[in-house]
Antibody, heavy 126, light 107 residues
């Protein structure tokens, strides 16, 4: 079935950077697209970014709220997806979830998630 | 972005009840809608994809229907384990969005 484990969250000041990692196990990582989704009590669930598999040219997509500040990447040899977060703002404070997407069930635009990690908390505060 | 609304926002029900949660999209999303269940302190759990397809391992008392802009999640015979918050998500375009959630609690 598979498992995803996020790491790298923590407390940072506004303007600083943080890199989240998502370590996959129990499935062929390279076959799947990977997403980051965040959740706050006030704004609910918000999709952040998506990277497709190598077969789909590793195409990347970003929410408007993080475009040009966040970068998603993947290392298929290690089974890890990353989210590099720069110029962090207080409104980026959230639990960040890594999720997996099966390309077979995607639209032309994006995908649902069939597996979620447990989440990692990012707090941006001075 | 495509906006999703869910109704009701809170639903009080009893074990054994039939529960229906609605999700409406601000524009047509074909059948690209998913449903998730979330319990406090846990990650969302996938239930349904492409509007009506059950994820592996999800009990058959859960079902989804709809297309275009109107969708629903039905739980036939609510079980104690089903008290949770339910979210819909559209993934028809390049910017997927989630609904605000429906909290199903014990009457």
């Amino acid at each position: 079935e598979g498992r995803l484990v996020e790491s790298g969250g923590g407390l940072v000041q506004p303007g600083q950077s943080l890199r989240l990692s998502c370590t996959a196990s129990g499935f062929t990582f390279s076959d799947y697209g990977m997403n980051w989704v965040r959740q706050t009590p006030g704004k609910g669930l918000e999709w952040v970014s998506f990277i497709r598999s190598k077969v789909h040219a590793e195409r990347r997509q970003y929410a408007a709220s993080v475009k040009d500040r966040f970068t998603i990447s993947r290392d298929d040899s290690k089974g890890i997806a990353y989210l590099q977060m720069n110029s962090l703002k207080t409104e980026d404070t959230a639990i960040y979830y890594c999720t997996r997407s099966n390309h077979l069930y995607c639209s032309d635009g994006s995908c649902s998630a069939d597996l979620w990690g447990q989440g990692t908390l990012v707090t941006v505060s001075s | 972005d495509i906006h999703l609304t869910q109704s009701p926002s809170t639903l009080s029900a009893s074990v054994g009840d039939r529960v229906i949660i609605s999700c409406r999209a601000s524009q047509s999303i074909s059948h690209f809608l998913a449903w998730y269940q979330q319990k406090p302190g846990k990650a969302p759990k996938p239930l349904i994809y492409k509007a009506s397809n059950l994820e592996s391992g999800v009990p058959s008392r859960f079902s989804g229907s709809g297309s275009g802009t109107e969708f629903s999640l039905t739980i036939n015979g609510l079980q104690p384990d089903d008290f949770a918050t339910y979210y819909c998500q559209q993934y028809n375009d390049y910017s997927p969005t989630f609904g605000p959630g429906t909290n199903v609690d014990i009457k």
